[in-house]
């Protein structure tokens, strides 16, 4: 009875999402406050409703409903508690619903911190992320039922993939969701905005610490990724330019960009097209990620599902949503360029140029993902462009990024100087080189790698001598507000994560060997001795685990236990062990028995040292605290002043006359 | 003007979704059929792995269907492939030719040694350019080339005793069907 009761919730909250979604907006055309006041009520009721469904497929994964159909299909009853949690997640119709909670969480939020704003402009906000949510709604319980029955009801149920079993899987989906949904709050100010035909200064910067705290939140969610790509997959790497992956990688790049577009838009009023235009991009990139996993457009190691119906379900809503949006900005953007005129050289030229390579960046990434899709659009056979492609062009596009980023800071709204420039370029400069010179002699003279010391240096040398700045020209207490600090961590972060990128790519060792038990292999300084391999179990799995003892110059770094899981539904997977450390990570993944002739328990082997990998995540959970912390400053927490006010109840009083 | 230009690229975007969804219907998405398949196997002149002073070339091997192997020593998977072409490779009822891909002759030799020989015959292509002719993607893979000399199947990953039986055993039926 009780999934049932689950599928009524979510008909529940499909209603009032139609009410949140409809009467705001007739009352803000209107001028009828009675209707713009149900847009709280109807989002707190939805959420509930929403709430109520999540928790009930939670109730049923927990206590073994197999008579659920979604729930006999991703869990059986040796899957530990906390699997049976994260697998609501791990396949499409769960994550669907997971989706739709977090877009309630962020319409809450919102309603709740947005009694401040003018009431007309607040309506439409919710009236927006209500009509989003109704095509979620829409979507799950016309395609992708969670609740649906299996009759008659299995003993047991099949098993969570087992790939997702592992703790990185676990957070990574409801990460990268509060980033993805975070993006339609900046999205439904936009289309608010353009409904009203007016984009405020004022509430741009309203809308700023949500699109901070969403691209906070989209980071964390690609770091979790990738971490778990690499932890699991067993092949070492951490980036693969999967379609998946660049599903969510595009939205980032855009969010990067409207960021930083929101800042120039907020302080100077320039860029306000753009800035719409942006907003709607990073939630339609959101939207587009989503279809891309789930429609099986694109087939991918990661797609869950391939079915057509979805599929066009989900190409109709983006239509619906990003044509619409698309329309609107192309009838109501604002047509003059508005704002404080600025020079060739200043902040917002910098901040324009960046934003640019952003931008095609993240077109460069999509037209890299669909090429497969056009390939066979234009019968040119299957194609598929792979890392080559992305790998050559996209630090192609950042390099001016990084040459660019330590200026930034440095030159002033409007009209910048050059003379402190050429300071901090001479410095920057040196200091870079310097470093680069020094790390040749450790890195043999690979020139990626000194490369890389010296891009590194250069963005944190540059970010560093601008908090020195600071601290020697602002009064106490007003040296770094949050914004400032969330930009000096988040470009700190840049460079942490450069440095580890191009420092682990040309330095990694990799090595596939067939090994015996006592035989010892070298590899980057350390030893690595294979003492063989036995059977162990685990809540749901047997596995063969290896035993690898490293040495370094004769003294112990630790026992690593690389395993070959066999899960009960007969699925095996790597578990590969790591040593993880602050310069360098050793990888150990067990392949196959190999006993050949005489020699007994022999196995092959993959053995890595990948200096200064850790430090690509690093850098990205640096970024991620940045705009976190950014996301927190008080300016942004705008007082509703009285002429607003005012003006709100004069142009209702307008409305209602006409 | 220019504000309806993200519209009309967008809608440009649709059209393609709608195609890709049409097409997926209709194909089966993980099938990579290989460009050469029908097409006559790119002429090479390879030297064997044994006796680097003898070569073989496909001219010398027109006349009988033989199903071309790319293994290497380095390669993970083809460990995983090697039992099923040991137990299965001698019963397939045309000569399996191993094609030693971008190894050093000693290790090819050495992993010959000790897990077995399946390989009628083995060529080496120690710079991989053959390769590049034949579209290989990586090890292993595997060709399977008819009397004439026409490349008719070919499979990417390891050899399974469930694609010999489904996809290799009724391609090479096939052949036989066709040259009495």
Redesign the interface.
């Known amino acids: 009875m009780t999934p049932e009761l689950g599928q009524l919730a979510l008909i529940l909250a499909l209603l009032l999402a139609l009410a949140q979604g409809v009467l705001p907006l007739i009352g803000a055309w209107r001028g009828n406050r009675a209707l713009m006041a149900t847009a709280r009520p109807a989002a707190a009721g939805q959420a509930v409703f929403v709430a109520i469904a999540f928790g009930i497929l939670v109730w049923a994964f927990v206590h073994f409903d197999f008579s659920v159909r979604y729930v006999a299909d991703n869990s059986n009853l040796a899957l530990p508690w906390y699997y049976r949690v994260a697998a609501v997640w791990g396949a499409h119709e769960g994550s669907l619903l997971l989706w739709i909670l977090i877009l309630n969480a962020w319409t809450v939020a919102l309603a709740a911190f947005s009694h401040k704003l003018p009431e007309v402009f607040a309506a439409r906000v919710l009236a927006v992320m209500g009509l989003v949510a109704v095509g979620f709604l829409v979507f799950i319980l016309f395609t992708s039922d969670p609740f649906g029955r299996l009759l008659p009801m299995p003993v047991d149920g099949a098993d969570l993939n087992p790939v997702l079993q592992d703790p990185g899987m676990t957070f990574h989906p409801p990460v990268l969701y509060m980033g993805y949904v975070g993006f339609s709050v900046a999205f439904a100010f936009s289309i608010a905005g353009l409904l009203g035909a007016e984009m405020e200064q004022a509430w741009v910067r309203w809308a700023r610490p949500w699109t901070n705290a969403a691209w906070g939140f989209l980071t964390a969610g690609i770091v979790a990724g990738s971490w778990w790509a690499y932890a699991e997959l067993g092949w070492g790497g951490w980036w693969f330019w999967d379609p998946v992956e660049n599903a969510s990688f595009m939205p980032w790049l855009v969010g990067l960009a409207l960021i930083h577009a929101q800042a120039v838009t907020e302080k100077r009023g320039s860029l306000r097209a753009w800035t719409i235009l942006l907003s709607i991009f990073a939630f339609s990139l959101s939207l587009l990620g989503t279809f891309l996993v789930r429609s099986g457009v694109l087939t991918s190691v990661h797609a869950f599902a391939a079915d057509p119906r979805r599929g066009v379900f989900i190409l109709a809503f983006l239509t619906i949503v990003v044509g619409g949006s698309l329309l609107l900005y192309a009838l109501r953007a604002p047509k003059v360029a508005g704002g404080k005129p600025f020079n060739v050289l200043s902040r917002e030229t910098v901040l324009l140029i960046g934003n640019l390579l952003f931008a095609v960046a993240s077109a460069m990434v999509l037209l890299g993902t669909l090429f497969p899709l056009i390939g066979d659009a234009l019968n040119l056979g299957k194609i598929s462009v792979g890392p080559p492609y992305f790998g050559f062009l996209f630090p192609l596009l950042m390099l001016p990024v990084v040459l660019l980023m330590p200026f930034g800071p440095y030159l002033r709204w409007g009209k910048g100087e050059a003379a402190p420039l050429k300071g901090l370029l001479l410095r920057i400069t040196v200091a870079a080189v310097a470093c680069a010179i020094i790390a040749a002699f450790f890195v043999d003279g690979r020139l990626k790698a000194a490369v890389g010391v010296a891009a590194a240096v250069w963005i944190a040398a540059g970010t560093l001598l601008f908090a020195y700045k600071r601290w020697r020209e602002a009064p106490r207490g007003r040296r770094y507000p949050a914004e400032l600090a969330g930009m000096l961590l988040a470009h700190l972060g840049m460079a942490v994560f450069v440095a580890g990128v191009l420092l682990s790519e040309t330095l990694s060792v990799t090595s596939d060997v067939r090994m015996a038990p006592g035989q010892v292999q070298h590899i980057g300084g350390y030893d690595f001795r294979f003492d063989g391999a036995h059977r162990t179990t685990g809540p749901n799995w047997t596995a063969d685990q290896g035993v690898v003892v490293v040495t370094r110059d004769g003294n112990k770094v630790g026992t690593m236990l690389p395993q070959k899981r066999t899960y009960l539904r007969g699925q095996v997977q790597t578990e590969s062990a790591i040593d993880a450390g602050f310069s360098r990570d050793l990888y150990v993944a067990l392949g196959e028995p190999m006993n050949a002739g005489n020699i007994q328990g022999a196995w092959s082997l993959r053995l890595y040292y990948k200096p200064f990998i850790r430090w690509i995540w690093g850098g990205g959970l640096l970024m991620m605290l940045g705009g976190f912390t950014a996301a927190a400053d008080k300016r942004f927490r705008i007082k509703r002043s009285a002429d607003e006010v005012a003006r709100t109840d004069g142009l209702l009083a307008q409305e209602a006359r006409a | 003007m220019s ?2 230009l ?2 009309f690229g ?2 440009l ?2 059209a ?6 049409w ?3 209709r194909h089966d ?2 099938e ?2 290989s ?1 050469l398949i029908n097409k006559p196997a790119p002429a090479f002149v390879l030297p064997l792995l044994d006796d680097p002073a003898q070569t073989v070339s496909k001219a010398g091997l027109l006349g009988k269907p033989y199903l071309l192997n790319v293994f290497a020593s ?1 390669c ?1 998977a083809c ?2 492939e090697h039992p099923t072409l040991m137990a299965e490779g001698s019963q397939l009822g045309v000569m399996l030719i191993g094609y030693d891909y971008k190894d050093a002759p000693d290790d090819a030799k050495n992993w010959l040694r ?2 077995g020989n399946p390989y009628r015959m083995v060529v080496a292509d120690r710079p991989g350019r053959t390769a590049i002719d034949f579209g290989v993607y990586g090890a292993p893979e595997s060709f399977l080339i008819d009397a004439k000399g026409v490349i008719r199947y070919k499979h990417i990953g390891p050899i399974t005793p469930e694609v010999i039986a489904k996809e290799l055993k009724p391609a090479i039926a096939a052949l036989q069907k066709e040259s009495p």
């Open positions: 504000r309806s993200p519209l967008f809608l975007l649709v393609l979704f709608g195609f890709g969804i097409w997926n219907t998405p993980n990579v059929p460009p380095w993970f460990g995983e000790e897990h």
